[in-house]
């Protein structure tokens, strides 16, 4: 869709460079939180947290070749997510052992090829995927980034049954009928298309602070599954906008203050958390 | 033993976990009917869980035909999973669990609602249903992460029972039961028994189980080693006794 800008909070927000960051921002938010309830969750967090480094290593050979970065960081993420599984039965060691693996393998290729373009005087654009930048964008970069968050809740809300199954225990849901495989592989897709989409304006450094937080500041409050996957993005919105608009008016990085102001956030939940305090009726 | 017309169907079937060097089931065959109630036993690591995961469909079968409910397990195990519950061994769930026991009873309904669907009124009225047959209706809104270990399995069984089940295979469904909380689900199964669901069961624990014939199957190191009806009294000392059959008698 080149070109294509829908321009959504234009009407508020007049500044266009300002509006772009908090359309970024939001978007990318919305998404990441609601994936983030997911990965949470099912506990893959070391999975996303490796397909986020595969990504960023996709987004650096990508960079380096003059092609389009998100398409590489695209098929890095989605590729390291369909290998886990064969790495560990071929090389007989455990899922975590073979993500520590693909992690070290991308973290090397990511940091070679940014090394490498910095002493070819290419450093700035490669600082961008380890920093993230919400000014430079293009307009349909932030078209791209409404559609990912439209893709991330008509996925949720589609498979909300085969998601909570597999969320609750993968066992017991396979045990119940469902089709976990297919649902789960479709899960690492839509992740690592998240993560590739969101990778220019969070930072492959801090999108793992996206994807976790929110969740799991959700999870100080909700009891429910359902109510996790509406407050997460709300929390998550709410914080990145108000860190890009904070960024941009004290010519600050938005994107690591933003991550400081999700763990503050975190905190003040964790001190706040209902389920933390202990009640004792008199009958 | 053989059975007319059974629900489960086992010929020759030999199982092994990927990368194993021998199979974990081996030259396995079993018929058991409808309205059956089998108590599996046998040494620990004997294939007792295999079996019945074997017989769900959750562990892919190297060899052998397994026929349960008029469906082939190689080819159509899901089909097969949405028609038999299965009570998973020692689940306990953490605090922090964000599902209630009414939702996760309606997980067990999932998978015969089927792909894109959303749960109708027959699907509550079954989750109504299995929690009166539990008892727990009281604590159907309740997270069930802030329950005792044996409120869990009970939550889990409502969860098998929430479909329905021709076939009911439970593995270890004492495990967290007080005796009172295992009187009464003894009771349950005899009632189900009688109503026809065919139950196998994994246990240690073989008190107060239904007064009917049991059939006791007996496992050692991947194969049966005896396979006899008895009465429930004495499936304790059948299955200790069958401890000294060598593993090829």
């Known amino acids: ?283 | 033993m053989t059975v007319s017309d059974p629900v489960i169907r086992l010929e020759n079937i030999y199982t092994a976990y990927e990368g194993a060097d021998r199979p974990t089931l081996a030259d396995i065959s079993l018929s058991i009917g409808k309205g059956e109630f089998v108590v599996i036993g046998g040494p620990n690591g004997a294939g007792k869980t295999t079996l019945l995961e074997t017989i769900n469909g959750m562990l892919p079968i190297t060899h052998g035909t397994a026929v349960v409910c008029g469906q082939n397990v190689r080819g159509d195990g899901v089909h097969v999973r949405c028609r038999v519950g299965y009570l998973l061994q020692n689940f306990t769930f953490d605090p922090l669990t964000p599902f209630t026991v009414e939702e996760v009873v309606l997980m067990g309904r999932f998978g015969m609602i089927g792909l894109f669907r959303k749960p109708g009124r027959e699907d509550y009225e079954a989750v109504e249903k299995a929690l009166q047959l539990l008892g727990i209706q009281n604590i159907a809104t309740r997270p069930i992460g802030q329950l005792s270990g044996g409120q869990q399995q009970k939550v889990l069984l409502a969860q098998n029972l929430a479909r329905n089940p021709e076939v009911l295979l439970l593995d270890e469904p004492f495990s967290n039961l007080d005796m009172f909380a295992r009187e009464s689900i003894n009771a349950l199964l005899a009632q189900l028994v009688g109503s026809g669901i065919t139950v196998v069961i994994v246990s240690h624990a073989f008190d107060d189980l239904p007064d009917r014939p049991v059939r006791v199957v007996v496992m050692h190191d991947g194969k049966i080693s005896l396979d006899r009806e008895c009465h429930p009294a004495e499936v304790g000392q059948v299955i200790r006794n069958a401890g000294s059959v060598p593993r090829d008698a």
């Open chain 1, 1 to 283: 869709m080149p070109g294509v800008y829908l321009g959504m909070l234009e009407f508020l927000i007049g500044n266009t460079i300002i509006c772009h960051a908090v359309e970024a921002m939001l978007f990318a938010s919305i998404a990441c939180a609601i994936l983030g309830v997911i990965i949470t969750q099912v506990q893959i967090s070391s999975i996303g947290f490796t397909m986020a480094h595969a990504a960023f290593a996709g987004a650096a050979v990508g960079m380096f070749l003059s092609v389009n970065a998100t398409v590489t960081a695209i098929i890095a993420g989605v590729l390291v997510a369909f290998l886990i599984g064969p790495l560990s039965d071929k090389a007989r060691v455990s899922p975590d052992t073979a993500l520590g693996l693909l992690f070290g393998i991308s973290m090397a290729v990511a940091i070679f090829f940014i090394a490498y373009m910095q002493t070819l005087g290419r450093g700035f654009s490669a600082m961008g995927l380890l920093f993230g930048d919400v000014i430079s964008l293009y307009s349909e970069e932030i078209t791209y980034l409404a559609l990912i968050s439209v893709v991330a809740v008509v996925f949720v809300v589609v498979l909300y049954k085969e998601i909570t199954g597999i969320i609750f225990n993968r066992r017991i849901a396979e045990s119940v009928g469902i089709r976990v495989k297919p649902v789960y592989y479709a899960m690492l897709f839509v992740i690592a298309l998240v993560v590739a989409l969101c990778l220019p304006i969070i930072g492959g450094l801090l999108i793992y602070v996206w994807l976790v937080t929110p969740a799991a500041i959700a999870l100080q409050f909700c009891y429910r599954l359902s109510s996790m996957f509406v407050v997460a993005p709300v929390v998550a919105a709410t914080i990145s906008v108000s860190g890009a608009l904070a960024g941009l008016e004290y010519s600050l990085p938005v994107a690591p203050l933003t991550a400081v102001l999700f763990s503050i956030v975190f905190i003040g939940a964790v001190f706040l958390s209902p389920k933390r305090r202990v009640t004792i009726r008199k009958s």
